[in-house]
């Protein structure tokens, strides 16, 4: 959803190049999707089709570029005629929790389209793997060859799970522009998201989910923290974000929002939790947003990193209003939980369709594909 294609043009030669983030080489579309999607403040950029020179004007310096070239910039486009390109604006963002997941589940997160055939999805986040002490019946850990503390936590995941990983349709989606996030929620003993009280067991965490993230080639990880029956600290979050934001740079860490704004503001060496957070989706099912959010801004959180969550379980009584006004204050977009099970797939197509107008959420036939 978050992309609208203006065919052939760049950005003007003699513009303000100052939100000139960086220019990716050998790149493709698809993967200047996902390259855009790590940095929530990139709205738009122009990728090359063809060898293009931009010649010095306006104080600008003769720049050239190459076929495969995607390049990135923060702030307003002002758009040149450049028949050697394309160029692509942010347009919201869309996210889709997978539950219940196989990897044709995971897979249907790619079945919908634009008008202009661009994805409609941008991020799944397959839901859910676990953090456990000891893995729950019929789990497995997810890397088991990293070392843990003895009464550390682990990552795991039950075999929906890791067979979804270890299928073709995490590369399907990605290969589509989509981002493809892995879930971990508590599961009912002591450990937990916000129970870690020492550096050690955060930082094995931390190795652990750096493991998974690599060998299944994801783009991040997804933090739900509920359901622990451990005894909560407000310094656990920013202690094992911080350790995750520096072992995976390039990876987002983004967070689902409900009844945590305590543990923002909290440094933990001096770093806070809003620090470290790429993206944060509120799930106050049903409740209007601007109920919900702006204590995230007031926290430090920027407005294009949040978004608001929806279930069609327990739908908004205003969904198109619950858009304007997401549209309106210049925040990301909207999540909707549960996208493979009941009526959330429409659910998500009417928000898509409200926030970019009728007619951009079309299913593409014979999606999913079957050799996954």
Known sequence: MPWKKTPDVAMYKGADWSGLVKTVPQCSPQQAFRIATLDPSISFFFFCREYMVLEATAGNPTRTFNPGDAVFFTGEPWFGSAPQCDAYQKDGMSIAYITNVTPTNLASAGCYTTAQGLPAVDVA?????????????GALRLAPNVPVPSGGALACGNTNIVTALQSKAVSYLQGLGLTALLTFLNNHDASGWSEFTSASDAQAFTAQLQSVVSQYGLDGIDIDDEYSSGTPNTTSLAMVTSMMQ??????????????????????????????TLTYGWEMSYGAPPQYVLPQYVTAGMATNALSKGYWANQPSSNPAGDVSWLKNNDYAGVMVYAFPEGNNQAYLGQLVNDWCGSGNWNQTPNCPPSNL
Do not use: H, R
Request: hydrophobic content about 45%.
């Open 246 to 275: 520096k072992a995976m740079p390039d990876k987002i860490i983004s967070k689902a929002l409900w009844s945590d704004i305590q543990y923002f503001g909290v440094p933990c060496q001096g770093v806070t939790l809003e620090q």
């Open 125 to 137: 986040c397959i839901f859910a793997a676990n953090i456990n002490l000891t893995p729950a019946s």
